[in-house]
C-alpha cells in the first residue's frame, strides 16, 4: 500500500511564496492522477489543484488560478505544488492523495474520488 507524505508547509506572511511537495513512500504513484485539497478551521476540506499521471493535464480552483502551479516528476516520484502571492486565506492544512481511477487520462475535483491521503502539512500565512 502506498503512503502519501507531504512537507513544505510553514508560516509566510503574505506575498511569499512555498513549495509544497508530496512523496510516494511503499510503491510509486504509477499511473494515478495526484490532487492537492485544503481544509481550513471549520471548513469543509476544498479542492486546490490536481495533475493527471502523465503530467500532461492540470486543473486548480478559481481561487488559486494563476499564483500556484502544480507538477510532477515520475522518475522521483514526486509531485510539488509552487504557491505564490500567497494570501492570509490560503492559510490551511494542505493534502495530496491519489484518485480512484489509475491510467485514466483526466483530473478530478472531487474529495470522493480520491482514496488515499497524506498527513496533511500546516500553511499559515500572515497578513
Known amino acids: 500500500q502506498v503512503q502519501l507524505v507531504e512537507s513544505g508547509g510553514g508560516l509566510v506572511q503574505t506575498g511569499a511564496s512555498l513549495r509544497l511537495s508530496c512523496a510516494a513512500a511503499?510503491?510509486?504513484?504509477?499511473?494515478?492522477?495526484v490532487g492537492w485539497f485544503r481544509q481550513a478551521p471549520g471548513k469543509e476540506r476544498e479542492f486546490v489543484s490536481a495533475i493527471s499521471w502523465s503530467g500532461g493535464s492540470t486543473y486548480y480552483a478559481d481561487s488559486v488560478k494563476d499564483r500556484f502551479s502544480l507538477s510532477r516528476d515520475n522518475a522521483k516520484n514526486m509531485v510539488y505544488l509552487q504557491m505564490n502571492s500567497l494570501k492570509p486565506e490560503d492559510t490551511a492544512v494542505y493534502y495530496c492523495?491519489?484518485?480512484?481511477?489509475?491510467?485514466?487520462?483526466?483530473?478530478?475535483?472531487?474529495?470522493?474520488?480520491?482514496?488515499?491521503w497524506g498527513q496533511g502539512t500546516q500553511v499559515t500565512v500572515s497578513s
Open positions: 511503499g510503491r510509486t504513484f504509477g499511473d494515478h492522477a
Open positions: 492523495a491519489l484518485d480512484r481511477y489509475p491510467g485514466t487520462t483526466g483530473v478530478f475535483m472531487g474529495v470522493s474520488e480520491y482514496d488515499i
